[in-house]
């Protein structure tokens, strides 16, 4: 005899509902916003000196795969470190598809993701969370690094302007690198990550997990971060100058301008995605190079270059690497 299927509690719908309106509002304020600074410059971005070159756009489109690949194997070395060793292409398709989960409301379908398609592969649940968690981790403290050296390099451009609106006219030494650096070392230590993750499963009733990792182990895996932000950043310059000859000087800037949208985007909780978050900060970051107007066009043009090679990787995985009976095949 057939159950029938439970609805959902009145209470929980109506949060599900209620958060769903706020991401919306959210994100159409944010577009909103944005939209409305292109239309009121719009002379100025039709006035822009456009200058398209596909073989840059190319080589950029190739770059960012490049280095989305290259995420994918750092994170299968971490689940080999953490005793789950799976193929690359079973890593390339559970990383490309739960890579959608970015783009649901809430920030845990990824991992979500990662967890569930990775178990069908004999991964341990608790080795893919740990996984996924420290691949976030890595990521988000390199970029940290990343955008305060790009800070400090490019004061004149970044950090002055910011210190001048709280009444700091002074300018900063790059010695003080030293203090985010420091923390960041203090962080990585296995005893702290250890501890942390540990206390989370167990709060969550799950088996504490084996941590592998030495200390140099994870700053080797922190510095192989670093090199992803370097990429990135590459890759956006690249995408740039597609569009937009920019000095080879302006690297820098392009890069910690992207590493730091990108991590805010990444961390705000209230928009999936950081759908608008990134573009808008890559805004800020760009209108002293191209002006307001044509800075808004180009984020939101990064979010098409970005979602055109995670589209990509998600449609290798479901034709060319898809499973069948639960085995691996490949056309």
Known sequence: MNQPIPKPEPQKA???????????????????????????????????????????????????????????????????????RIPLKSAFRIFSLSSLGRYLPGKVWQVVGMVYLGKREGVRPEAGVWAALLAQILAVL???LIVVFSFLIEQERLLTPLLERIGVLQR???????????????????????????????????????????YWGLLGFFLLYIISWLLYGTAFYLFLTSVNPLPITDWILVTGGFAGAYIVGLLAIFVPGGLGVREGLLAVFLAGLVGSGVAVALSFGQRLWFTAVELTFVAISLIFLRRKNGKETKT
């Open 14 to 84: 109506w949060k599900r509902a209620l958060r769903w309106v706020v991401q919306i509002a959210v994100i159409g304020a944010i577009g909103f916003f944005l939209v409305r600074t292109v239309v009121r410059n719009w002379q100025e971005v039709a006035n822009f000196s456009w200058q398209f070159n596909p073989w840059l756009l190319a080589a950029s489109l190739i770059l960012l795969a490049g280095t989305l690949f290259y995420m994918i194997v750092l994170w299968r070395w971490l689940l080999a470190r953490l005793g789950s």
């Open 142 to 144: 390199s970029g940290i």
């Open 172 to 214: 900063v030494s790059l010695w003080w690198l030293i203090l985010p650096l420091a923390a960041i070392l203090i962080l990585l230590h296995p005893r702290i990550l250890a501890w942390a993750t540990n206390l989370l499963l167990k709060i969550l009733k799950r088996a504490p997990i084996r941590f592998e990792l030495s």
